[in-house]
Nanobody, 124 residues
Framework: QVQLVESGGGLVQARESLTLSCAVS????????MGWFRQAPGKEREFVAA????????YYADSVKGRFTISRGNSKNTVWLQMNNLKPDDTAVYYC?????????????????WGQGTQVTVSS
């Protein structure tokens, strides 16, 4: 098991950028695929992005492709989500997740380990 702590959320205006961070405890961080989900008020949780254990593979939801970038630093036990050209529709609570396989996160849209979430609000 790992513990995930997100940070970096906040209030921004449309077209601005924001970077979310997820600090992961545990010495096995480098063996986990990592990802981000989000949930807006009144909407279902949705997959945002995923990255493989070594960073070689990434997946994105169509709604964020070309605007968001997921990356990881295994020496820092951290995963980031760089969000550019933000839109009001990106407003949501963003959750960092970890799982043994990127297939679970990106295809099955599930994960064994979740953070508490960080709020991102984009004003128009």
């Amino acid at each position: 098991q790992v513990q995930l702590v997100e940070s970096g959320g906040g209030l921004v205006q449309a077209r601005e950028s924001l970077t979310l961070s997820c600090a992961v405890s545990g010495r096995t961080f480098s063996t986990y695929a990592m990802g981000w989900f989000r949930q807006a008020p009144g909407k279902e949780r949705e997959f945002v992005a995923a990255i493989s254990w070594n960073g070689d593979s990434t997946y994105y939801a169509d709604s964020v492709k070309g605007r968001f970038t997921i990356s990881r630093g295994n020496s820092k036990n951290t995963v980031w989500l760089q969000m550019n050209n933000l839109k009001p529709d990106d407003t949501a609570v963003y959750y960092c997740v970890a799982d043994g396989t990127i297939y679970a996160i990106a295809v099955l849209k599930r994960a064994d380990n979740w953070g508490q979430g960080t709020q991102v609000t984009v004003s128009s």
